[in-house]
């Protein structure tokens, strides 16, 4: 009896063994299959488009046996025999799955012998551009813009309005694709561009479509106001605006003076008047109107003046004695930044000095036709002098010399002196009665003689 059960427990754990055995090698052979499979699928051949591939099956060739192959796991649209599948000039139709097949003519088996994977690269493509509606839109309507975009590696498509150069949407992907709905703007009027690329791109592919969108205009970001002109020089007045249909304009003065010395340049998104041998007369405000179906905008311009002041004009002198002379004078445009002026004597025949206090014009015409009078004391008795005028601005700018008169003063009497300075003009001077009253004498006594003393030298 112990000899039966000690031979019936040999006999189970060899059993044992044995069972441990066949699961261990059937379970390896199983976990080789299943990596074998993995391997299979994860085969992938990369061509470019237009290239020659030749792929082998992993399988040998009997002559029994039947080897083929099929695409996308279907025998209808591809079948091709032989244990090499061969492409020339391979096409982007060509991508895809391939199934190699072993058929068995004795056992009429059928097997899945490996899958192979093509990848055929070629540049991205725009097949198409549609906009959606396709009439034109409102300011604030919303838009779809459809690409049908095509490449491999999948390319980087962008939707963008090329007028404005403005990105609406983008990605990356392959086939028809959609924007976000976009909301149309005043100035998106203008071509609508879907580009792709990908890695065998050298500029993106491309296609356009027309888009329009209807507003009134308005000034195209900001614009200057301000143009600086010289007298005799060349300036422009330019207007760039949004607006669809593009708008009529219309340039005037606010003065409601007519507008000289310029041309009005229109073009479809901005307008121009060129300002061409400008007068001082030309200085001032000037507007633009512009105005279409869906409404009008009116902007105001200012040409500012700059540059050295007007020269004086008129010079004349009067009561001439033995240490001051009575000059008078008119004042031309200061340029737009207050002048004054200052009386220059001519010294060793080429060269002026600035004798006088500063003059200044403080008129509300900015200097134009203003008239002067000055007493300039302090000159030397029984001697030609030569006098003129300057005047300099607050630019800094002086004008030219204006001509000189020259007379000779009186002998001294007694040796005294007289240095009073007198301003009668547009600016206002404290005076004091009694010369106000010394003033008026003298003034009679002047007109009584100015056939003899008054000299006009223009």
């Known amino acids: 009896m112990n ?35 993995l391997d299979v699928f994860k085969q992938q051949i990369y061509v470019d488009e237009g290239g020659d591939i030749s792929v082998q099956c992993n399988t040998t060739e009997l002559p029994d046996k039947a080897i083929y192959w099929t695409k996308n796991k279907t025998h209808t649209t591809f079948h091709r025999d032989g244990i090499f599948l061969n492409f020339t000039r391979i096409n982007r139709t060509d991508h895809g799955q391939y199934i190699c097949h072993s058929f068995d003519n004795k056992t009429h088996v059928l097997t899945e012998v490996e899958t192979v994977m093509i990848n055929v690269y070629y540049k991205a493509e725009v097949k198409s551009i549609r906009i959606h509606p396709q009439d034109a839109i409102l300011e604030n309507d919303t838009y779809f813009v459809y690409c049908d975009v095509e490449g491999n590696p999948p390319p980087q498509w962008r939707v963008r309005n090329n007028y404005t150069k403005e990105l609406l949407d983008s990605a990356r992907g392959s086939g028809p694709l959609i924007t976000r709905s976009i909301k149309g703007k005043c100035g998106d ?166 004798i006088s206090n500063s003059i200044y014009d403080n008129s509300s015409s900015h200097g134009v036709g203003q008239n002067w009078t000055y007493l300039q004391t302090g000159l030397k008795s029984d001697t030609d002098i030569t006098l003129t005028v300057q005047s300099v601005n607050g630019y800094g700018y002086r004008s030219r010399i204006l001509y000189s008169v020259t007379f000779h003063t009186l002998p001294s009497p007694n040796g005294s002196r007289d240095k009073t300075k007198i301003i009668i003009g547009t600016t206002v001077a404290s005076v004091s009665v009694v010369g106000i009253a010394a003033w008026m004498v003298a003034y009679v006594a002047y007109k009584r003689k100015r056939k003899s003393t008054y000299h006009n030298i223009n």
């Open 3 to 37: 000899r039966f059960n000690n031979c019936l427990k040999q006999f189970i754990m060899i059993f044992l063994v044995w069972i441990c055995i066949v699961l261990s090698v059937s379970t390896q052979v199983s976990l080789q299959q299943i990596i074998s499979d």
């Open 189 to 354: 009027t203008g071509p609508i561009v879907c580009e792709a690329n990908n890695t065998l791109n050298k500029q993106p592919a491309y296609m356009t479509e027309n888009f329009t969108v209807y507003c009134s205009p308005r000034p195209s970001g900001n614009y200057t106001n301000v143009s600086i002109g010289y007298v005799g020089g060349q300036a422009f007045l330019i207007m760039n605006l949004l607006g669809y249909p593009y708008p009529n304009y219309t340039w005037s003065r606010d003065d409601g003076q007519p507008i000289r010395h310029a041309t009005q340049i229109d073009y479809p998104s901005f307008t121009v008047l060129n300002m061409t041998e400008i007068a001082v007369s030309d200085f001032g405000y000037y507007s633009v109107t512009m105005e279409n179906a869906y409404g009008n905008f009116t902007a105001q311009f200012q040409l500012k003046a700059y540059g050295a002041p007007e020269t004086p004009f008129n010079l004349n002198y009067s009561d001439v004695t033995w240490n001051s002379v009575r000059l008078y004078w008119t004042s031309g445009f200061d340029m737009g930044s207050r002048q004054y002026f200052f009386i220059r004597m001519l010294q060793g025949g080429n060269s002026y000095t600035t």
